[in-house]
């Protein structure tokens, strides 16, 4: 199932495109959880598949690892597989 078929797609995007601003802004707590995100078991028993959109969030995303945790980009896309 799509996002667009789930009904999220708008909503989906929006949460996904201020993740790297969330992540880089973040305290460790939010950070570990912006790392969980594409691996939420509910979205896999739910058959959405959210990488495609992280991938592409993460396409303008920041490539600086400021805090030594990786950069946001990164995150995003090892988070997408």
Do not use: F, K, N, Q
């Not at 790297?20 to 078991?41: E, H, K, L, Q």
């Not at 959405?48 to 303008?60: C, G, H, M, Q, Y």
Request: charged share 35%.
């Amino acid at each position: 199932m799509t996002l667009g078929e789930a009904g999220v797609r708008a909503e989906a995007e929006s949460a996904l495109r201020a993740l790297p601003a969330r992540y880089a802004d973040g305290d460790d707590t939010v950070r570990a959880s912006v790392r969980r995100c594409g691996s939420c078991a509910r979205r896999r028993e739910a058959g959405v598949d959210i990488r495609p959109v992280l991938r592409e969030v993460a396409e303008p995303a920041c490539r600086e690892d400021r805090l030594g945790m990786g950069s946001p980009r990164d995150v995003l896309l090892g988070t997408a597989g």
